[in-house]
């Protein structure tokens, strides 16, 4: 096991168009997380996942943007209809539900540019 | 609502000195607190959390639950110490981590 993986690393995009980010969590953890971190900041929640069911959003999550775990294995973030304000890193992690509070697994994210 | 706060966006240390890192909180229940850091082109990794008092790399950080930080500390900075470091908050064991906006510690020679 390779930790956390996300694809792709880097992601350039025109504006208005679609684009899709995976996450492939450590095999055992059954939570799954997304985070968004701009320059200067720090990462922000998205939303997670325990098994298949989402259960949790936050309001940065607009209408655009929409997150799956079909199997409670990896998971796919898309954003319709990308804006500039969508450039960004793209941070997933995960964990166990028992073990939550040791902290995360992060993977290296994916780099969203929007031009 | 939960929320971290790191006052330093930045902090300059020799070698040898000791540095502390600010973090301070806000949330109505118990928190889990944790330290985060990434070292240049490194993904965001575990530093240490307080449920463990333990101590990482020689740095410790303790929980005040009075003035609601959670401050880190290393009482002699090392080069490979340069790195950001982000505080962060969970409301319950495996819930979503609040983070703080980081602050980046520069150790010179």
């Not at chain 1, 450590?26 to 997670?48: A, C, D, K, M, V």
Request: aromatic share 12%; glycine share 8%; hydrophobic share 30%.
């Amino acid at each position: 096991d390779t930790g956390v993986s996300q694809n792709p690393r880097h992601k350039i995009t025109k504006r208005g168009q679609n684009v899709t980010f995976r996450c492939d969590p450590i095999s055992e953890h059954n939570r799954l997380y997304w985070y968004r971190q701009t320059l200067g900041q720090g990462p922000e929640f998205l939303t997670y996942f325990q098994n298949e069911a989402q259960l949790e959003k936050s309001r940065l999550l607009s209408d655009r943007f929409s997150a799956e775990r079909p199997k409670g294995s990896f998971s796919t973030l898309e954003i319709q209809r990308t804006e500039q304000g969508d450039s960004a890193m793209y941070l997933c992690a995960s964990s166990e539900t028992d073990r939550a509070n040791y902290g995360y697994t992060f993977g290296s994210g994916t780099r969203l540019t929007v031009v | 609502a939960q929320r971290v706060t790191q006052p330093e966006k930045l902090l300059s240390v020799f070698k040898g000195a000791p540095v502390e890192l600010k973090c301070n909180y806000s949330y109505s229940g118990s928190p889990e607190l944790f330290w985060y850091v990434q070292y240049s082109r490194q993904r965001l990794q575990l530093l240490l959390r307080h449920i463990s008092r333990e101590s990482i790399k020689g740095f410790t950080a303790d929980l005040n639950k009075g003035e609601t930080s959670f401050h880190l500390k290393k009482p002699f900075a090392q080069e490979e110490d340069s790195a950001m470091y982000y505080c962060a908050l969970s409301g319950a064991a495996g819930n979503k981590l609040t983070f703080g906006g980081g602050t980046r510690v520069l150790v010179k020679p």
